[in-house]
Structure formats: C-alpha cells, structure tokens
C-alpha cells in the first residue's frame, strides 16, 4: 500500500463528483486503505468546460475542454489521477499522459424524458420541443422526427429536468449511466435501445488518466481495470479518431464483446439529421485483443468516412464553424 497519499483530480459537477467517490472506494478497497479520504484524497477542480455555458463557444473552444484542468494538475504532480468520463476525453492525449484503467462500464444507452412518459422518440407529439446541447443526439433525433423542434439544453441534471417539468420543453435526453450513478429514479425509465439510437463513444466508461512514468499510480490501479469494458472503449474511440471528431461531433460508436468476438457500430450525421453514414462489424479478436479493438475501429472508421464522401466531410466540419 502506498504510504503518501494519491490525489484524485475531478471536476466538481454532482456527477463527475459521484464518479471520483466510486474511484476512492475502489482504490481503497483494492489497496487496503482503512481511511479513503487520508489514501485517495479528492481534489475538485473547474473546468474550461464547466464555466462556458454557450454551444458555439463549445464548438470553437476545441477539445479537452473538461479534461485540460485535471491534466495540468497531473503534469503539476498535484495529482497522481484524473477521474473521466471517456465520452469527453479527447482521442489524443498530453504527451506523458496514458488512460491507465478503464473501470466496469455502465449501462451505455440514453434516456428520453418526458412529463408525459413517451420513452422513445417515435412516441413524442408532432412538432415536440427537444432540449440538448448534443449535437449527437440533435442529429439522431431528426433523422428519425424532422418535425422535432431543438433547443439549446445545458446545465446539470436538476435544472434540465426543472425545465420538462415546467413543460419549456418536452424532452431531453440524458446518458442512463450518469442517471444511476447519481441514484436518481429516472434511472429506472426505459432506456432507448441501441439500434433505434447509438451512443456517443465510450459512454458510459470511466477512465483514469495518469503520468506514464507514475510507476506509483499505475500500481494502485492494477486491480480495477475491467478488461472488456478497456477494449469496447478502444474500439469506439478508435472509430472516433479516425473520423476526427471530438465528443461535440455528431459520431455514434457502440461496441460489444462476446465469446472473444467484437461487434462495432459506428456512424456520422449531419447536424441537420439529414443524412446519416453508418457502418457495422462482427470479428473476432485475433493477437492482442486492445490492438486488435482498434485496428477494427479504425478500419470502420475509416470506412464511414469514405462511404461518406464530400458530404461527411462537410457535415464534420460544420460543428467547428458554428
Ligand atoms: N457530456 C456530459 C456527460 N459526460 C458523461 C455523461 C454521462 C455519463 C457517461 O456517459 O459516462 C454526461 C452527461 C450526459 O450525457 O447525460
């Protein structure tokens, strides 16, 4: 057991809070630490990210804007690890910098919520408002209701659903793993199945991000790493780096693995949910399994691209002109 104690760099959202706690108790339980908060003490930090609340500024910001605070501290040496949802991690990372572990995913599916129960989006009135800041679930959403009306949606999960309830919009989606991890009871509303609506890459999964050269850091989480949710998220990743997007992008990825065989979907829309490019793929793992995930998301990746075309391209750069 480590005798100084190991930071953990989080942002301070009630969510990104849950999700150091969960690490903490991992960490300790798996370093035999009697005192969680003297081991594993918490650091919260505010993001770029955190602070800006308008879209295009979002867009324009570029990426790593949740992450950057937490990587300066880790490159300060103030912490040993930075706690991430992987859906905002950028696919390149700092030099010096690794995604160490990857813990047990989540359930990675959306939630629609709505006042008046309707789970899925086939089921909302004509001309209903949808309130997101995702230009995923904008995108998806269109492409399945072109007469859904969107609006700009941000804030934590309180004030969101405030704004259903008052009836300012008719839904929102929200991710089903930041739902149960906040122990709210929305958790338990039908989530929206995979093939009606693929999730952002790598929802759902946590990843602990640390200093390659933190022999220390990479030690203490050994034990915690969950190796098929490591692969599913390289492969989902994999997809989104090789069509260059960031989690801004309007890129889907869900993969899954049985019996040492993944299955992959991915896809691209335009932000207008009037075209969509889609590619899926069952293989098996062959060699090392995370190189082989990525191989196989890179080559889907790459394949969405080019079916693509001019247009993808077009849809891809739009987000950032905005
Ligand atoms: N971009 C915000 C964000 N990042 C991760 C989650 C949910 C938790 C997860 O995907 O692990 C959310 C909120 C949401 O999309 O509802």
Redesign the pocket.
């Known amino acids: 057991m480590a005798l100084k104690p190991q930071i953990i760099a989080t942002r301070t959202s009630p ?1 990104a809070l849950a999700q150091a706690r969960m690490l903490q108790s991992q960490l300790a339980k798996a370093n035999g630490a009697s005192d969680p908060d003297a081991a594993f003490p918490i650091l919260g930090l505010t993001t770029t990210g955190d602070r800006i609340t308008d879209r295009a500024l979002l867009a324009a910001g570029g990426k790593g804007l949740f992450t950057k605070e937490l990587e300066i501290a880790l490159q300060g040496k103030e912490a040993s690890f930075a706690v991430h ?1 992987m ?2 991690v950028p696919t390149r990372l700092p030099d010096g910098m690794e995604i160490a572990c990857i813990l047990e995913r ?1 359930d990675p599916r959306d939630v629609l919520l709505t006042e008046t129960g309707a789970a899925r989006v086939m089921d909302l009135p004509q001309g209903a408002v949808l309130g997101t800041a ?1 230009i995923r679930r904008q995108a998806q959403a269109l492409t399945l209701r072109p007469d859904l009306k969107i609006v700009l949606l941000r804030g934590n999960v309180d004030t969101r659903l405030a704004k259903v309830r008052s009836g300012e919009i008719d839904a929102t989606f ?2 089903l ?2 739902l149960k991890r906040l122990g709210r009871e929305e958790a338990s509303r039908p989530a929206v199945e995979l093939h009606e609506m693929l999730p952002a890459p790598a ?4 990843g602990i991000e640390i200093r390659s050269d933190d022999g220390a850091a990479r030690e203490a989480l050994a034990a915690l790493d969950h190796a098929e949710s490591h692969i599913c998220v390289l492969a989902e990743r994999a997809v989104l780096a090789a069509l260059d997007g960031s ?1 801004r992008t309007p890129i889907a990825a869900h993969a899954s693995l049985r019996h040492g065989t993944l299955s992959l979907a991915g896809e691209v829309l335009s932000p207008d949910g009037t075209h969509r490019w889609a590619q899926s793929v069952t293989l098996p793992l062959e060699g090392d399994p995370r190189a082989a995930a990525a191989e196989i998301g890179t080559r889907l990746g790459e394949a969405v691209r080019q079916s693509g075309g001019e247009a993808l391209e077009a849809a891809l750069a739009s987000v950032d002109e905005h």
């Open positions: 969510l949802s859906k905002d989540e995702s929200l991710a793993a930041g929802q759902g999964a946590i989690c």
